[in-house]
C-alpha cells in the first residue's frame, strides 16, 4: 500500500526566513513524488515532481524538494518565504510500478508566511 | 490550450435530490480522476479512468455515487439520493499516459453543499 504522511498541520515562518514543509511516503517499490500547492477556494496546482536522476528537484516559484530514499522522505523548501506563499501545501507519491494509477495524497500543511 | 474545467462551480442542493458534475479535462489526457476534499481534509480518491480500460471504482463511497467517461474527453459524477455528509469540493484532474510520472492537472473543482 502507498502512503504519505505531512506530520505538521500548521507551519508559521516569517517572511524573508528560509521554510521547510516535511513529507515521508512509503511506497513498495520506488516512488514517484510531487508537490502541489492549494490557494483558497483553487484547485491544486502543481509545484514540482521526483521521478529519477538528481535528488534535488526546482519547480515553480522558487520551491525545491530534496529526495532523501534512506529516510523515505520529500520535504519541500524554499530559501526566502513570501507572504504570498500562504496557501495549503500537498505531497503525493505514486509507486512506480503502479502506472498511471491515482496519486496518494498527504492530508495537506498549511503554511501562514507573516510579514 | 485551457486547463481542466469543472461545472458548476458551485451547487446547492436539498437532501435526497440528485446532482450531475462535470469534467472536461485537458485535450489528449486519457487518464481523468476524480477526487473529494472535505472541509479541511486531504484528497480522497473516487474514480478513475485510463484510455478505454474499465474505470478504477475502488474509491466511490456507496452505490449513490457514480461517474461516466465519454470516450477520452468529457466525464460526468452522479450523486444519487444526496445527503449531507455529500458537502465537499469534488475536484477533477486529468493527465497523459505515460509510466507513471506524469503530473496530474487539477480543475478549480465544485462546491457541493448539501442542505
Known amino acids: 500500500a502507498q502512503s504519505v504522511a505531512q506530520p505538521e498541520d500548521q507551519v508559521n515562518v516569517a517572511e524573508g526566513n528560509p521554510l521547510t514543509v516535511k513529507c515521508t511516503y512509503s511506497?513498495?517499490?520506488?516512488?514517484?513524488l510531487f508537490w502541489y500547492v492549494q490557494y483558497p477556494n483553487r484547485g491544486l496546482q502543481f509545484l514540482l515532481k521526483y521521478i529519477t536522476g538528481d535528488n534535488l528537484v526546482k519547480g515553480s516559484y522558487g520551491f525545491e524538494a530534496e529526495f532523501n530514499k534512506s529516510q523515505t522522505s520529500f520535504h519541500l523548501k524554499k530559501p526566502s518565504a513570501l507572504v504570498s506563499d500562504s496557501a495549503l501545501y500537498f505531497c503525493?507519491?505514486?509507486?512506480?510500478?503502479?502506472?498511471?494509477?491515482?496519486?496518494?495524497f498527504g492530508k495537506g500543511t498549511r503554511l501562514s508566511v507573516i510579514a | 490550450g485551457a486547463g481542466v474545467s469543472q461545472s458548476p462551480s458551485n451547487k446547492v442542493t436539498e437532501k435526497g435530490k440528485d446532482v450531475e458534475l462535470r469534467c472536461d479535462p485537458i485535450?489528449?489526457?486519457?487518464?481523468l480522476y476524480w477526487y473529494r476534499q472535505r472541509l479541511g481534509q486531504g484528497l480522497e480518491f473516487l474514480i478513475y479512468?485510463?484510455?478505454?480500460?474499465?474505470?478504477?471504482k475502488s474509491g466511490l463511497p456507496s452505490d449513490r455515487f457514480s461517474a461516466e467517461r465519454t470516450g477520452e474527453s468529457v466525464s460526468t459524477l452522479t450523486i444519487q439520493r444526496t445527503q449531507q455528509e455529500d458537502s465537499a469540493v469534488y475536484l477533477c484532474?486529468?493527465?497523459?499516459?505515460?509510466?507513471?510520472?506524469?503530473?496530474?492537472?487539477f480543475g478549480p473543482g465544485t462546491r457541493l453543499t448539501v442542505l
Open positions: 485535450s489528449g489526457h486519457t487518464a
Open positions: 479512468f485510463q484510455g478505454n480500460s474499465a474505470p478504477d
Open positions: 484532474a486529468s493527465s497523459l499516459m505515460g509510466q507513471g510520472g506524469n503530473e496530474q492537472f
Open positions: 503525493a507519491v505514486r509507486d512506480m510500478l503502479q502506472g498511471n494509477t491515482p496519486l496518494v
Open positions: 511506497v513498495s517499490g520506488n516512488p514517484y
